[in-house]
């Protein structure tokens, strides 16, 4: 599996943008850089994806490197109810399997 | 977006015996599902993809005979705990997906969380 490294814990104060980074140095020209997050005690919920271009969505933005070896998820305005653990996930196309790392676990500070 | 649900959200069972919990995909037709277990603190782990109409495929380490998958539908599949111990107290998520293509999105149900004493 391509593999993604992930700090394990980020901090925001509330109402202001935050940065996730994630490298995939070893990301293969197939792989779609994908992001799920997961609240306390809920199931994973899918935040954006990515191939090459920056993509936008009503939830966050994703910046993808131009040698698509890192990305990084932009929450433009965080709020409390943005706190919790956030996956970057390399997805094969032909693949559909979904396997998690660690995470990052973003606190927001009100 | 697409709701997957999962059913019961908890339960809390004996030592010794079984509990199934079933994942239900309310407004696609989910091709293939897959089950993933949680432990406190830890991340999602992979136990096994099941297509519809045909057998479960597990991941190493899962025991297909204690974890039953059944995915006898394209809006149904199950999972079944046989003759559960404490240590598998733990959070059970399914994942659903429509039929692969061009990066098919997976969806999440709220999870099961198990206790078994």
């Keep these: ?110 | 977006g697409a709701v997957v649900s999962q059913h019961p959200s908890w339960v809390i069972c004996k030592s010794g015996t079984s509990v199934k919990i079933e994942c239900r995909s309310l407004d696609f037709q989910a091709t293939t599902m897959f089950w993933y277990r949680q432990f406190p603190k830890q991340s999602l782990m992979l136990m096994a993809t099941s297509n519809e109409g045909s057998k479960a495929t597990y991941e190493q380490g899962v025991e297909k005979d204690k974890f039953l998958i059944n995915h006898a539908s394209l809006t149904l599949s199950t999972l079944t705990v046989t003759s559960a111990h404490p240590e598998d107290s733990s959070f059970y998520i399914c994942s659903a997906r429509g039929k692969l293509g061009v990066n098919t999105e997976a969806f999440f149900g709220q999870g099961t969380r198990l206790t078994v004493v």
């Excluded at chain 1, 993604?4 to 779609?32: A, F, K, R, W």
């Excluded at chain 1, 919920?45 to 939830?59: A, F, K, Q």
């Excluded at chain 1, 890192?70 to 109810?81: D, G, K, N, P, V």
């Design chain 1, 1 to 110: 599996d391509a593999k993604t490294t992930q700090p394990n814990s980020m901090e925001s104060n509330e109402e202001e943008p935050v940065h996730l980074p994630c490298n995939h140095s070893t990301i293969s020209g197939t792989d779609y850089i994908h992001w799920y997050r997961q609240l306390p005690s809920q199931g994973p919920e899918y935040v954006i994806h990515g191939l090459t271009s920056n993509v936008n969505n009503r939830m966050a933005s994703l910046a993808i490197a131009e040698d698509r070896k890192s990305s990084t998820l932009i929450l433009h305005r965080a709020t409390l109810r943005d706190a919790a653990v956030y996956y970057c996930i390399l997805r094969d196309r032909r693949d559909d399997k979904i396997i998690f790392g660690k995470g990052t676990r973003l606190h927001i500070l009100p």
